[in-house]
């Protein structure tokens, strides 16, 4: 009685329980992200970010919080990449693209907060669909991403790294309803004068790969 157990470690700073994540990641479940979001569980990894789920401590949906690795706080090159993506984003508005909220720079936290989509990205979708899409799918898949990308460059903004990883499916929305995400790589085209690069190894556009400016 009293004591708090083994799994559920106190914060000190706080003196409130916080439930740990069990799944050998140390990550706990409920963190502070500045004075506004809570963190929550670990939805995804990358090579200098990790993707959680995120709150509001005045409530609301859920969001994406993508915050940059510790060890990568004091990189300069990927410092950069993420606040791209953030000036990218700040362009954009439209429904076939991830939305972003908030830019989170706090007690040596940098995080981006975005619009939570749950769902697979189009490889996972695909995969368990057999890895074939009925054509019907794949013309609507095409059509949004495609809407997405002529939006972006209507703002001065090319995506470089368009891939079915960077492509999410919305659950229960009956036909695929999808949304671009990952400008990580995205180039302004008013700052880099048409001059781009970056993307996947057999993802970059033909293009690009021929030293040509970018268009998507």
């Not at 995080?111 to 939570?116: D, G, I, Q, R, Y």
């Amino acid at each position: 009685p009293g004591r708090t157990k083994a799994h559920e470690p106190l914060n000190r700073r706080t003196r409130t329980v916080v439930p740990v994540d069990m799944n050998g990641t140390g990550m706990a479940y409920e963190d502070p992200l500045g004075r506004e979001y809570l963190l929550h569980e670990v939805i995804g990894r990358g090579a200098w970010a990790v993707v959680r789920r995120a709150t509001r401590r005045s409530g609301g949906p859920d969001l994406v919080a993508k915050l940059l690795r510790p060890e990568y706080a004091g990189d300069r090159y990927v410092r950069d990449l993420l606040l791209r993506e953030e000036a990218a984003l700040r362009e954009l508005d439209h429904p076939a693209i991830v939305g972003l909220h908030d830019l989170v720079v706090e007690s040596g936290q940098i995080a981006l907060l975005m619009e939570f989509v749950d769902g697979p990205n189009l490889r996972r979708y695909a995969v368990d669909r057999g890895g074939r899409l009925p054509a019907a799918e794949v013309a609507a898949v095409g059509a949004q991403v495609a809407a997405a990308l002529a939006a972006a460059l209507a703002q001065g903004v090319v995506h470089l790294d368009l891939k079915p990883e960077n492509v999410l499916v919305a659950r229960g929305s009956g036909g695929p309803v999808v949304k671009l995400g990952d400008f990580g790589v995205a180039a302004l085209l008013s700052e880099a004068g048409g001059e781009v690069a970056g993307g996947t190894p057999g993802y970059i556009a033909p293009e690009v790969a021929a030293g040509g400016p970018a268009t998507t």
